[in-house]
């Protein structure tokens, strides 16, 4: 059984961005057109033993606890499956933070 996997998470640049009004989860609904840029941010994620997920960052202003969203999609994974699993993530950032190339579609790796 694989343990591990390797995203690629590229860098974007928006053609076009509407920003609608929030909805329920307190994030705002979007309409964009977006184009993926050919370098871009990676997350390699590996099974664990509990008690918590962890996350680690080459960027040391990337916040790793409960306010980040890799963290919060492994609640809400563990929450819907049911199963106690946990993850350590390590996120090398390579798209800098606040340049407008948001790195948010995540892919897998393909090899």
Not at 94 to 111: C, D, E, I, N, T
Request: charged content about 15%; some cysteine; overall charge neutral.
């Amino acid at each position: 059984m694989m343990n591990s996997v390797s995203l690629k998470s590229p860098a974007k640049i928006n053609l076009m961005l509407s920003v609608h009004g929030p909805r329920g989860d307190g994030f705002h609904a979007l309409t964009s057109v977006v184009v993926a840029l050919d370098f871009g941010d990676s997350l390699q994620v590996r099974l664990i033993t509990g008690p918590q997920d962890q996350l680690n960052c080459n960027e040391p202003l990337v916040p790793t606890g409960e306010q980040n969203l890799i963290i919060q999609a492994a609640q809400a994974f563990r929450a819907r499956c049911g199963q106690a699993v946990y993850f350590e993530f390590q996120l090398e950032k390579q798209v800098p933070m606040g340049a407008g190339l948001g790195g948010g579609v995540v892919m897998p790796q393909s090899h």
